[in-house]
């Protein structure tokens, strides 16, 4: 799938087939956040991989608005170190390997934001490791309408030259 195509239809799944996801897509999918960008090269991410049904479901009890966790097959947790920039870097890696697990036809969905500090002493991580989101990843259990988004039109929120000139 071309970058664009992945951006343009790529939707937020919630509901998973209860199907593996081949080892070679799992290190894809952790590759990209490896290899995003970051302020000053400085990576202040660390993903745990979780594939633990159980952790899964207890992943699922932990954050509020992810109770779906714990039907999925592989769950990434993002923690970031102490940085003025951890939350940006952080949701740049997430986004590419959100990107890179939908090019494969695996959906995933953002769980959190911050406030997950339970999750830390569960998966053993650091209390200044701060958790940003948890990531579920999963075949999507329905064919999902790729492409079909409600947006506000291009020329409300993008100007040209100046504010309030139609980007068109």
Do not use: C
């Not at 509020?64 to 952080?90: F, K, N, W």
């Amino acid at each position: 799938m071309e970058v664009f195509d992945a951006i343009r239809t790529v939707l937020a799944v919630r509901q998973f087939q209860d199907k593996p996801i081949p080892e070679s897509i799992i290190q894809q999918i952790v590759e990209a956040g490896h290899l995003t960008a970051s302020s000053m090269n400085g990576q202040p991410w660390h993903f745990i991989v979780v594939q633990d049904k159980d952790m899964l479901r207890q992943l699922g009890t932990l954050a509020r608005t992810g109770p779906y966790i714990a039907q999925a097959p592989l769950a990434i947790v993002i923690g970031m170190e102490a940085s003025p920039y951890g939350v940006s870097d952080a949701s740049r890696a997430i986004q590419d390997m959100i990107l890179t697990a939908w090019a494969e036809d695996i959906g995933s969905n953002w769980v959190g934001f911050e406030n997950l500090q339970h999750v830390n002493p569960v998966l053993g991580i650091p209390a200044e490791i701060t958790i940003l989101a948890i990531l579920p990843f999963g075949y999507p259990v329905a064919t999902i309408g790729k492409g079909k988004k409600k947006r506000k039109p291009l020329s409300v929120v993008a100007h040209r030259e100046r504010w309030n000139q139609p980007f068109e």
